[in-house]
Each structure stands twice: as structure tokens, then as C-alpha cells.
């Protein structure tokens, strides 16, 4: 059974930072795809930061440049370093994979809460 556990949300004033962490276990023989997504209240659930299956990262129009996605193969884990927070960065992050067990599947996190607010 393939699991993927995020931690790191919580509060934080405007300008501040956080880092979110995504671990996946269980039996997993490869990871494709690996990255964030959030849901605001009202809103769709967006892209954040990914890292795609040629390796490489794509980010929302709307965090370049604050976010940074990063990863530990070695650990199958994630991270979501935030800084410059804004209020509209409040929302539940949550963490997808596309994962290799007995087949590929996608697979999300049980969601971690932000907020920016003062």
C-alpha cells in the first residue's frame, strides 16, 4: 500500500516562510511524477510546483520566484520551501505522485493546512 504523508503547514504572518515536507512509503519500485498542488476555499485545486517525469520543474505563474520545489530520491520525499508568503497563498497543500507499485497509479496526501495571515 503506497502512502504519502505531508507535514510543515501551519500558521505564518505575511512575508514569512515555511517548508512542507512530502514523504511516500510502502512498496514503490519507481516515481514518475512528484509535486504540490493547493485548494482554496471556493477554488479549484492548482498546480503549485512539480517536478515532471523528464525530471525537470514547473511552476505556478504565481509563486516563481518565492517557491522552490526540491527533492530526496534516496527518502521518496518532496519539499516545498514557501517564502515571501502572501495571504492568497492560504489554502490546503497537497502533495500527488505517480508511483510504480504492482502498477502505476496516482496517489495523493491527506493535505496540510496554510495560512498567511497577520
Known amino acids: 500500500q503506497v502512502q504519502l504523508v505531508e507535514s510543515g503547514g501551519g500558521l505564518v504572518q505575511p512575508g514569512g516562510s515555511l517548508r512542507l515536507s512530502c514523504a511516500a512509503s510502502?512498496?514503490?519500485?519507481?516515481?514518475?511524477?512528484m509535486g504540490w498542488y493547493r485548494q482554496a476555499p471556493g477554488k479549484q485545486r492548482e498546480l503549485v510546483a512539480t517536478?515532471?517525469?523528464?525530471?525537470?520543474?514547473d511552476y505556478a505563474d504565481s509563486v516563481k520566484g518565492r517557491f522552490t520545489i526540491s527533492r530526496d530520491n534516496a527518502k521518496n520525499t518532496v519539499y516545498l520551501q514557501m517564502n515571501s508568503l502572501k495571504p492568497e497563498d492560504t489554502a490546503v497543500y497537497y502533495c500527488?505522485?505517480?508511483?510504480?507499485?504492482?502498477?502505476?497509479?496516482?496517489?495523493w496526501g491527506q493535505g496540510t493546512q496554510v495560512t498567511v495571515s497577520s
Open positions: 517536478f515532471t517525469s523528464g525530471g525537470s520543474t
Open positions: 500527488r505522485a505517480n508511483i510504480f507499485s504492482s502498477y502505476w497509479g496516482r496517489y
Open positions: 510502502g512498496s514503490i519500485f519507481s516515481i514518475n511524477t
